[in-house]
């Protein structure tokens, strides 16, 4: 990786630390970071073009605004093959830099995948998705506790409800992110300032009781789950985190996915994935238990099977009843 060095002393509200770098092959930045986003209005993430995605975070438990962005190239060069350049605003600026890298997936390999019997096995049209979508990278941002309130909202309930949530949580507990991130980003609370979320607002923000007990368990935790967070096997952070009552395997594969880059975690439970990986295989619907067994083949590299089929454009016919959002504030 050819890096060039960090701004020192800067990574404040005006002046941001910068670090530029020359990526191991094709990487696309929009593709890329939009998995940990929910959303054109999503608090913490916003991807405003295929070359510039803003992220908030914490490092050390200070704020972090940060903008991804690919400087021109010389004349011919592979737009996937240009130089990232991170720059980081607030308190923990600095320190994060370190980390950008991994947030784009520079550790993620599908060499061996590529190279794999099995790559030689999947059907055509995923075949083609890997050769028109080669800057796919599976990110590996690290911040469980973060990625963990995430996934618990969005249990048992639609996209619709959980960004909701997130929204109005984030804006009534977390502070504005610091530089010039666009308008309405904040930076995920502190396990402190999620502590002292009152009941009320929960109610409020449409979260039943389950869920916002299982966040509170969760940031109790929030110690542990730094130290988690440096094991490098996301099979083992998937088994660790749930041993946190009410985390199961659907929430802790949405969770590794994230901070892991995890290949082979497979979001079981979900209301829409088996069947829309059934559809894929079968032109038919099908459990969660056929979705695994059309998966098999592809063990080790699950979850990249599953975003290559999203990659490649499949959609599911639409028929049948939907999950209709529930207001969870009048119960």
């Not at 696309?28 to 940990?36: A, D, E, F, P, S």
């Amino acid at each position: 990786m050819t890096t060039e060095v960090t701004t020192r002393g800067a990574g404040t509200e005006h002046a941001p630390a910068r670090w530029r770098w020359t990526p191991r092959g094709p990487l696309h930045l929009g593709q890329t970071l939009r998995v940990l986003g929910r959303g054109a209005e999503d608090p913490t993430c916003r991807v405003l073009g295929e070359d510039c995605v803003w992220i908030t975070t914490r490092w050390n438990r200070l704020p972090v605004s940060a903008r991804f962005t690919r400087p021109a190239g010389a004349t011919g060069t592979n737009p996937l093959d240009r130089d990232v350049l991170v720059e980081a605003w607030g308190p923990g600026g600095e320190g994060w830099l370190s980390t950008a890298p991994r947030w784009v997936g520079h550790e993620d390999s599908w060499e061996d995948f590529d190279s794999s019997a099995a790559f030689s096995e999947l059907p055509h049209a995923l075949v083609r998705a890997r050769h028109e979508h080669p800057g796919l990278r599976l990110p590996s941002a690290g911040n469980l506790l973060e990625r963990a309130v995430v996934a618990i909202l969005e249990q048992r309930v639609t996209a619709i409800e959980a960004v909701r949530a997130y929204r109005a949580l984030l804006r009534w507990n977390a502070e504005s992110a610091p530089g010039p991130a666009p308008h309405g980003m904040r930076v995920p609370p502190t396990p402190e300032q999620w502590r002292r979320t009152p009941s009320w607002q929960w109610h409020r923000a449409g979260v039943d009781p389950a869920r916002s007990a299982t966040v509170m368990r969760t940031v109790h935790r929030a110690a542990a789950l730094e130290r988690l967070a440096l094991d490098p096997d996301p099979a083992r952070v998937r088994t660790a985190l749930q041993s946190i009552q009410g985390i199961g395997p659907w929430t802790a594969a949405e969770i590794t996915q994230c901070t892991h880059g995890d290949p082979d975690g497979v979001s079981v439970y979900d209301y829409h994935l088996a069947n829309y990986v059934c559809w894929f295989f079968d032109r038919a619907p099908g459990s969660d238990q056929r979705m695994l067994e059309l998966l098999e083949p592809w063990r080790g590299h699950r979850q990249r099977v599953v975003r290559l089929i999203k990659a490649s454009g499949h959609r599911k016919p639409s028929f049948g009843p939907r999950l209709s959002p529930q207001d969870h504030r009048h119960h």
